[in-house]
């Protein structure tokens, strides 16, 4: 692959990469099984090795998992909750038992558990207690949702027997049965309620809630399977019998769980539930192998990402067969269409599938899908399902292949297609009505101006009724009150909520408007730096693509996207309007104030974690006093600030270019400040 196919080709991946984050964490609408994102996922990695200039500072690779909500106090983990690498191939599993070996030698067992399909948390208990419970989040921090774990049934409040350490902390894995999640999924259909893609998205979505009592009334459970502790090597030698222990202070730890002295066994048993798993009544995505002995765990160590003494191994999706009865083409927010195989209803994996993603034209071509086509589905896991191909025997010889669309179904806009993407788009972006609305969607969005008392739905039935046909509107609303009240749904109460929710929003600062506007590209971290380095909408707007480049982090692709936006003479309205109705379009002063200049021209790297000060704390600290945050490791990096459980790999490469690396304490010492 030439340098430039690469470029293009890691541009490309991550923009669809972060799409389909954005659709699962934000608008919790997955449209891409877990298979597909990872197997893209890979290809990114794989790439931005080759090529690490075409890195995006943006690119989803350097996320751990989800990201964090901001309705949860947000808490440190002691441990860092990393993800696994995972993998597909039975012959990714030999590699890595190589590995192991290479490193630890012949002597070891391996830990058999089940991989449960549900949302990670990490419980703190203390003196037998519940203490705390954290999502992941980042895997630096993550979401305290202890009220809500609280009322799950399974989970113990106080601990049984005794033996346990005085302090510790429990990771495990909150679900919900398949049958329980049918039942609230109809119940929620039948009340107009939107319905969840599968149990885990219930789950997770039902750990989020703000009210606890809520929670308490659904049927969550939990299953337990990894103890940390500060003394822990001293109560157990190895990780299998934590498991018995903590089973016996009253944590619910699968039964299908087992030792294995050999890779065949292990295999064995990833068979075995390949086939079995169907009949469980909560969903598993595949098997987690640990190596068992702690002291060969530490031995092991740690990738910057995931932990080298564990490995998932992910199951293929099953198949079925079933009949093509028509396209349709759906609209994103960014115009991007996304054509849907409509199915003839077939069971698989236990539900019944009726629709599947086609991603794109190229797709629809390789396949060459014709009208009625008896076409394979499969599921990658348990999102929307995915056409894998189709049986030609059964193809009616009169069928025509099925066309993609000029014009886009909406608006009837013709289609266009960027150089080097696969994806059509619709270009009106000003009036293409799923276009408008994903925008505004966005821009209310929890990680955007967070307004409270709208909601997606609301935000359609809005543009439909005329109410709001842009993100200026939406401030207009106060005296629209009249008609609000005549609309269904719609009483004094939550029009008061409405109102004061658009009201608070006015108070978010610059990085977050900045952010809502949906400028292609500019993501939260992106936001960020141009308000920090801009200032105010104006300077923005006025600024040139190589000022734009220069600012750190942000390259040529963004500052080009930018300055396109600030072009459009509707966008520069929409600003006017904006900073009438009192949005914050300039920094507030104290996020530029400079404390000192003792770190100025120097350039710093943040690892681990640390005792006094959060990783956000210290950046602001560096920054504060003219030091730079670099994103990672190079030549010209002046410090790097060096906490616990630092990945290795860190540590390694900046020793060998001889980097200086210091403590907090040092860097406290730098800017001469005793805290
Ligand atoms: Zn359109």
């Known amino acids: 692959m030439s340098p430039e196919e690469a470029a293009a080709r890691i541009a490309a991946l991550t923009a669809e990469l972060n799409e389909y984050n954005y659709q699962y964490y934000v608008l919790a609408n997955p449209v891409v099984s877990d298979y597909d994102f990872d197997v893209k996922l890979r290809e990114l990695e794989q790439l931005e090795g080759e090529f690490p200039q075409f890195r995006d500072p943006d690119s989803p690779t350097q996320k751990v998992g989800g990201d964090i909500t901001e309705r949860f106090n947000t808490v440190q983990h002691r441990w860092p909750m990393l993800s696994l690498s995972n993998t597909y191939s039975e012959q990714e599993l030999r590699d890595f038992d190589q590995r192991v070996r290479r490193a630890i030698g012949d002597d070891f067992e391996y830990v058999c558990e089940l991989k449960f399909d549900g949302l990670s948390i990490s ?333 997606n739905e609301t935000v359609e039935t809005f543009y439909k009724q005329g109410l709001v046909r842009n993100i200026a509107d939406i401030y207009t609303l106060k005296d629209k009150q009249p008609m609000l009240l005549l609309l269904d749904r719609f009483g004094q109460k939550s029009i008061e909520n409405l109102i004061n929710g658009v ?50 982090e942000v390259g040529d692709r963004i500052a080009q996207s930018v300055v396109e936006y600030f072009t459009k003479e509707t966008h520069r309205e929409q600003i006017r309007l904006l900073k009438q109705h009192g949005l914050q379009l300039a920094a507030a002063e104290t996020t530029t104030e400079r404390l000192s200049d003792r770190l100025a021209g120097k350039t710093f790297v943040i690892s681990g974690v640390f005792e006094r000060f959060s990783r956000e704390e210290l950046t602001a600290l560096i920054e504060n006093h003219g030091g730079k945050m670099l994103s990672s490791i190079s030549a010209k990096l002046n410090y790097l600030v060096a906490g616990d459980k630092m990945g290795p790999s860190k540590l390694a490469k900046a020793e060998k270019l001889n980097i200086p690396i210091i403590s907090e304490q040092d860097l406290l010492d730098l800017i001469g400040q005793n805290i």
């Not at 009334?217 to 502790?229: G, I, Q």
């Not at 014709?370 to 499969?378: F, Q, T």
Request: charged content about 25%; proline content about 5%; hydrophobic content about 35%.
């Open 123 to 455: 419980i703190t208990y203390e003196n037998g207690l519940l203490k705390q419970a954290v999502t992941r989040g980042d895997g630096m921090k993550g979401d305290e949702v202890t009220a809500n774990v609280r009322t799950i049934n399974a989970i113990p409040n106080r601990l049984k027997n005794n033996g346990y350490p005085d302090l510790f902390e429990i990771r495990g894995e909150i679900f919900m049965h398949r049958p329980a999640f049918q039942r609230l999924n109809d119940e929620r259909l039948e009340q107009g309620k939107m319905t969840y893609a599968n149990p885990r998205n219930f789950a997770a979505g039902t750990i989020k809630l703000q009210d606890s009592a809520e929670v308490a009334r659904r049927p969550l459970d939990c299953f337990l399977y990894f103890l940390y502790s500060d003394n822990r090597s001293r109560l157990f030698r190895n990780h299998w019998d934590s498991l018995q222990a903590i089973k016996q202070w009253g944590f619910p730890v699968s039964e299908h769980t087992a030792l294995c002295g050999t890779l065949d066994e292990v295999l064995a048993f990833i068979a075995k539930w390949e086939k079995n798993r169907f009949d469980l009544s909560y969903d598993i995505d595949g098997i987690v192998i640990k190596i068992n002995d702690y002291g060969q765990q530490e031995e092991l160590g740690f990738t910057a990402k995931s932990p080298r003494w564990a490995i998932a191994y992910k199951y293929k999706a099953e198949q079925a067969e079933t009949i093509l009865q028509s396209v349709s083409y759906q609209v994103g927010r960014t115009g991007a269409i996304t054509p849907v195989a409509n199915l003839k209803p077939v069971l698989l994996a236990g539900t019944t599938v009726k629709r599947a993603s086609l991603h794109n034209a190229n797709e629809i071509r390789r396949l060459d899908l014709h009208e009625g086509d008896a076409v394979y589905v499969e599921k990658g896991g348990e999102i929307i399902p995915k056409v894998m191909g189709v049986n030609l025997a059964k193809r009616m010889p009169q069928a025509l292949p099925i066309a993609y669309p000029l014009h886009c179904p909406e608006c009837g806009s013709e289609l266009v297609r960027k150089e080097g993407e696969a994806v059509h788009y619709c270009p009106n972006e000003e009036e293409c009505p799923p276009q408008v609305t994903g925008r505004i969607q966005h821009f209310i969005s929890r990680k955007a101006m967070d307004i409270e008392g709208l909601g």
């Open 503 to 552: 009201e608070r929003s006015k108070e978010k600062p610059f990085e977050k408007v900045l952010f809502a506007l949906g400028i292609r590209y500019v993501g939260e971290t992106v936001a960020k730096k141009l308000a920090q380095h801009f200032g105010n909408i104006d300077a923005l707007a006025a600024a040139s693509e190589e000022e734009i480049a220069s600012v750190y």
